[in-house]
């Protein structure tokens, strides 16, 4: 087993980014790397992620809920339509990350996500770039940060009009949504999303 890995009191072993913090350790354990097939959901993620950029993911999930009640727990059709008030509001939100660049690629996301609707939607659309195969890291170190399927995800998204959906970015998204499993070998929740047998 990996030094990486941290065994808690229950008797779980998770690597140590989720080991300490509560809501870290509660996000690994139940949501991080579960298949996420609903338009909804993949395109929170997708905004999220895009939000993350240069940040902790331990920020972004704090202000989640935030994030949430600020686009409509992200409706897709309705943040499509948001328009300068809502940039202006949204810029005065201290819940969220306020930065202006994210928020107008959450709203052009929007409508690039009602767009793909007439080819079957952004989640098989998303789904359809799993790999063959998935990582087998046994240390953070060896877990990658892209893919030659985050690359292709990356390069297809932007052809289809979406923003801040770089190959890290994308292969966050891919880890999050259980497209790929990049668990450590000896964590508990490794081979847990029923995508990957372990």
């Given amino acids: 087993m990996t030094t990486d890995l941290v065994t808690g009191e229950d008797g779980r072993a998770r690597p140590l980014w989720a080991?300490?913090?509560?809501?870290?350790?509660?996000?690994?354990?139940?949501?991080?790397?579960?298949?996420?097939?609903?338009?909804r959901g993949v395109f929170e993620r997708l905004s999220l992620e895009a939000f993350q950029s240069g940040l902790s993911w331990r920020t972004i999930l704090a202000k989640r809920p935030a994030f949430r009640a600020a686009f409509a727990d992200f409706d897709p059709d309705v943040v499509a339509g948001f328009g300068e008030d809502d940039v202006a509001r949204l810029l005065g939100d201290a819940g969220i990350v306020r930065n202006r660049a994210k928020i107008a690629a959450t709203i052009t996301n929007a409508g690039a996500t009602i767009a793909l609707r007439a080819d079957g939607g952004l989640a098989d659309f998303v789904w359809s770039f799993r790999p063959a195969d998935t990582p087998r890291p046994r240390t953070v170190a060896e877990v990658p940060t892209t893919s030659p399927e985050s690359t292709a995800l990356s390069k297809a998204l932007r052809k289809r009009g979406f923003a801040f959906v770089g190959p890290t970015t994308m292969h966050a998204l891919m880890e999050a949504l259980g497209i790929v499993d990049t668990h450590l070998v000896g964590s508990h929740r490794r081979g847990t999303s029923g995508v990957w047998p372990d």
């Fill in 19 to 39: 080991s300490v913090d509560p809501m870290l350790r509660e996000y690994y354990d139940t949501e991080w790397g579960m298949p996420v097939r609903d338009e």
